[in-house]
């Protein structure tokens, strides 16, 4: 079965963009599938959030930049099926570097190529892309089979929404991926406690319908607590509202792309 891609993004920071890719990827790891999780965001909460820490020359800051390959990258998080490209501070010089090629937008989706054809290659690569268009963010899209929005349950989280889906027509329209695809929304820190999350919800399904998942991420203090011991929440908590909706959501995403579970 081919590698599947999915960035995980949105324009707006705060949205709970890193807690989806860190427990999506550690959703399907606990299927047994082979996950790659890549932390394309300079501030590094993904790799932090899994324990690790950012090393220098440890990012895909050198491959992006024409130096080694993605395979060289790829680190053990010490958990069964799941694999880590980690962050690191230089990435963020890729922003000024990237945009003197050519093709820089596509370098990531070359690095990925080779990566894919080789026998290490594993189920699905999941990418934490950093908050704003960034060069980082759009090689992302630009790479990914799949793109995958989280939207916090407040109405100025919605701006956000309406920029990476436009981003996303842009990308295909413009020919740099007539291909990717939206997996979907995922609406984030959702308190039934108040009337406010439960209107987003009602509009955000109104006007996108299907595009929706039916899995509502709610606002969990157990979330929130996981990444600063080192932990996913499935390790933390695996029996709190946040792992269990988490645990939906991976079944209700790999449904919708493809990636046979269990």
Known sequence: MPTTVVAVANQKGGV???TTS???AAAWARLGKD???IDLDPQGNTTSGLGLERASGGSLYGPLTGEGDLASRVVATGRDHL??????RDLVA???ELPGDDEYLLRLRHLLATYRESEDAPDAVVIDCPPSSTVLS????SAADYLLVTLQCEY????GLGEILRLREDLRSGGTHPGLELAGIVLTMFDSRTRLASQVVEEVREHLGASVFGTLIPRNVRLTEAPSFGQTIFEY??????ARAYARLAEEVGSRIGLRLG
């Not at 694999?83 to 690191?88: D, Q």
């Not at 100025?156 to 701006?159: G, P, Q, S």
């Not at 908590?237 to 946040?242: F, I, L, M, V």
């Open 22 to 24: 860190v427990s999506l």
């Open 83 to 88: 694999s880590l490209v980690p962050s690191e």
């Open 35 to 37: 996950v790659l999780l």
């Open 94 to 96: 890729a922003e000024v």
């Open 156 to 159: 100025l989280a919605m701006e």
């Open 138 to 141: 759009l090689n992302a899209l």
């Open 16 to 18: 709970g963009k890193t």
């Open 237 to 242: 908590d695996r029996s709190s509202n946040g």
